[in-house]
């Protein structure tokens, strides 16, 4: 198997930089950090700390998104029993419907570039990598952090 090129690694970074740019437009009604929020709200993440681990992001940068989705009335944010320091955050049905057009659209999109490659089905399955291994990076950098 042939090595990957420099300018290769290059490009392939350069078409990453791109493609957050066509799943923003895909995005429509909702910002691309938005979206990033209640995807990782939907996977399980329900607290605010979480929500920042997971997305390498300020807690304050969470905490301004948060407020303004639950606004928009696109999610709740509930205390849990016995700790009121703590706020528990769920997807409204508008905020599950809202994101479920979103990602069809995200994925229509996708599909059709991937369609445009020699191994669509390669090339997606490889896209899946990609993110275990964003949160394989990002669970060692968390754990290192702890350890310090």
């Not at 066509?22 to 605010?48: C, F, K, M, P, Q």
């Not at 995200?106 to 089905?121: A, S, V």
Request: charged share 30%; hydrophobic share 45%.
């Amino acid at each position: 198997m042939r090595s990957v090129t420099a300018a290769e690694r290059i490009e392939a970074v350069r078409a990453l930089a791109r493609a957050t740019r066509v799943l923003e437009r895909a995005s429509g009604e909702l910002r691309l950090a938005h979206y990033r929020v209640l995807a990782a709200i939907a996977s399980g993440d329900e607290r605010a700390s979480r929500v920042a681990n997971r997305l390498a992001i300020g807690k304050p940068t969470v905490s301004a998104a948060v407020e303004a989705l639950a606004q928009r009335g696109l999610l709740v944010r509930s205390a849990v029993d016995g700790d009121h320091r703590v706020a528990v955050l769920h997807l409204t049905p508008e905020g599950q419907a809202l994101l479920a057009r979103v990602e069809a659209e995200m994925i229509r999109r996708l599909d059709e570039l991937c369609g445009r490659t020699p191994d669509p089905d390669r090339l997606m399955e490889s896209l899946v990598w990609l993110g275990a291994a964003i949160d394989d990076w990002q669970a060692q950098r968390a754990a290192e952090r702890r350890a310090d």
